[in-house]
């Protein structure tokens, strides 16, 4: 059984041909590939295009979604085994996942972290328990990884560039009032270094580069299909020649849990905003981001409403991608 927790699990060759079939479902968007089939999708976080874009994609596939907010619509669940269930948890996830698994074909999760403890987080405890008792196959919609919005991302690189092997591709923090999840920074690093681009993340300073295991795998991507990796402080150089600029802001990792410390560092990087002036020392380069995005914090209205400005087509990509994913999941 084959589950989509992140896109590591998967080969370059299966990846691509998932956004091959993505771009036959944009061309003739009704099938019957998932008739007589049912996928639950359970929101732990809020969603605008997630819920969406799976509710639909399911539909126009022939399938029925059954979107759940957990604690609202189902019990509140523990995870912890072998602990007795005395907080406000009514239901564990060892028979809540096995329960969903005799209703459904597939199922969703979509949980953000906990934004207390990065060593109990990077766990990503509530997907792998799923993963773990379901018995069906698990699709992440997001958690400490974002791989179904990576697929995303990536065929609007390619719609937009081709062959993107060689492209520089510069993945930038920027500000953001509150401390946010790293889950589409990990994302688009790993599969622009697995798709060969050469990657630059720029970010304020060494407490901002990414989880250790996220930059590994990443570097691996690169040693094995022909890019390159580079860890930049300094805007300049980072935006000088870039083929493809994507801006994600996320908390700094060491301070995971102690934001009011962190605050002073993320309010004194504001400048590290998109805006025409760094989009000009590129080669003109497209700019994207996975939204929702604070206009004129993360980026400007002039950059958010340029041509070269892929965030509308990606998120269109989420529909695409994602039938295509469970497109195959339900070949097995």
């Not at 990576?150 to 500000?175: C, N, P, S």
């Not at 946010?180 to 630059?200: E, W």
């Amino acid at each position: 059984m084959k589950h989509f927790l992140t896109t590591a699990d998967w080969t370059l060759e299966a990846l691509q041909a998932i956004l091959a079939d993505a771009e036959n479902l944009k061309r003739s968007p009704i099938r019957d590939d998932l008739k007589n089939k049912a996928m639950a999708l359970l929101f732990f976080n809020p969603s605008l295009r997630t819920r969406t874009s799976f509710e639909l994609g399911v539909q126009q596939l022939g399938g029925t979604a059954i979107a759940l907010n957990a604690g609202q619509d189902s019990w509140p669940l523990a995870f912890d085994e072998g602990v007795p269930m005395l907080g406000d948890e009514e239901e564990h996830v060892i028979e809540a996942a096995q329960v969903l698994g005799r209703y459904v074909d597939f199922i969703g999760i979509r949980s953000f972290p906990k934004f207390k403890n990065w060593q109990e987080d990077r766990k990503d405890q509530v997907i792998k328990s799923f993963a773990k008792y379901a018995g069906v196959p698990i699709v992440n919609m997001e958690t400490i990884t974002h791989p179904c919005q990576e697929l995303a991302m990536i065929k609007a690189l390619q719609d937009r560039h081709g062959e993107l092997k060689g492209k520089k591709f510069v993945l930038t923090w920027t500000y953001h009032p509150k401390p946010l999840n790293t889950a589409v920074a990990n994302s688009a690093l790993m599969a622009a270094a697995k798709f060969g681009m050469d990657v630059t993340l720029l970010c304020p300073n060494e407490n901002y580069i990414l989880d250790q295991r996220y930059m590994k795998k990443a570097g691996e991507y690169a040693a094995g299909f022909g890019g390159d990796i580079t860890i930049s402080h300094d805007i300049d150089s980072a935006y000088a020649g870039a083929d493809a600029v994507y801006a994600k802001s996320w908390g700094a990792i060491p301070y995971f849990g102690n934001w009011d410390e962190e605050r002073p560092i993320r309010d004194a990087h504001k400048h590290f905003i998109v805006d025409e002036e760094k989009m000009q020392k590129t080669n003109n380069a497209t700019f994207s981001h996975c939204l929702p995005l604070r206009r004129n914090v993360k980026a400007t209205d002039a950059v958010m409403n340029a041509d070269y400005c892929l965030a509308i087509e990606e998120a269109e990509n989420r529909l695409h991608v994602q039938k295509a994913l469970l497109s195959a999941l339900a070949k097995g």
